[in-house]
T-cell receptor
């Protein structure tokens, strides 16, 4: 299995631009999680989905952030407009109904100038 | 509450030294417990887990025992290697949907 796939691996953009991060979970996994990691705040859970339905988005920092999961094999995290304080590594993770461990992707390093 | 507390790093050791990274949790029941490891530039990987009290998880020479009396899940390794240098995260399961609560992470640096 290819594992969780995230794209792009690195993104550099200017303040005010729209940023879209993409995630392909492991085939057959029915839960998907988006995290943000920074030195200051550590690892934060932003939102998670089960069977493509958002369950809890209370970790999404602002309305500038949105996430979708149109089907079982694809999810996006969008930031519009982006700000320098959004600079971080964003991870996607997926899991199955049983076993309860999460499998993480390699992350997207976002830099907003 | 529902939280995970782990010792602050960085932890700096010489090769072949004994490692302990402390982790305690709060919970009303007996959630599954995990240790994840993050190598530089990579995502988190599951290192080991324990699903019930007194279980011992082990992998790659690392061990952790689920202690309900002390609500702890300390990570240990008898002889660390330079390649073990990474950030280690303790986590507990929370609610349904396989949600995890993570500790702040402990950075380990092993020197030759």
């Amino acid at each position: 299995d290819a594992g969780v796939i995230q794209s792009p691996r690195h993104e550099v953009t200017e303040m005010g631009q729209e940023v879209t991060l993409r995630c392909k979970p492991i085939s057959g996994h029915n839960s998907l999680f988006w995290y943000r990691q920074t030195m200051m705040r550590g690892l934060e859970l932003l939102i998670y989905f089960n069977n493509n339905v958002p369950i809890d988005d209370s970790g999404m920092p602002e309305d500038r952030f949105s996430a979708k999961m149109p089907n079982a094999s694809f999810s996006t995290l969008k930031i519009q407009p982006s700000e320098p304080r959004d600079s971080a590594v964003y991870f996607c993770a997926s899991s199955t109904k049983t076993g309860n461990e999460q499998f993480f992707g390699p992350g997207t390093r976002l830099t907003v100038l | 509450g529902n939280s995970v507390t782990q010792m602050e790093g960085p932890v700096t050791l010489s090769e072949e030294a004994f490692l302990t990274i402390n982790c305690t949790y709060t919970a009303t029941g007996y959630p599954s417990l995990f240790w994840y490891v993050q190598y530089p530039g990579e995502g988190l990987q599951l290192l080991l887990k324990a699903t019930k009290a007194d279980d011992k998880g082990s992998n790659k020479g690392f061990e952790a025992t689920y202690r309900k009396e002390t609500t702890s899940f300390h990570l240990e390794k008898g002889s660390v290697q330079v390649s073990d240098s990474a950030v280690y995260f303790c986590a507990r399961a929370f609610g349904g949907y396989n949600k995890l609560i993570f500790g702040a992470g402990t950075r380990l640096a092993v020197h030759p």
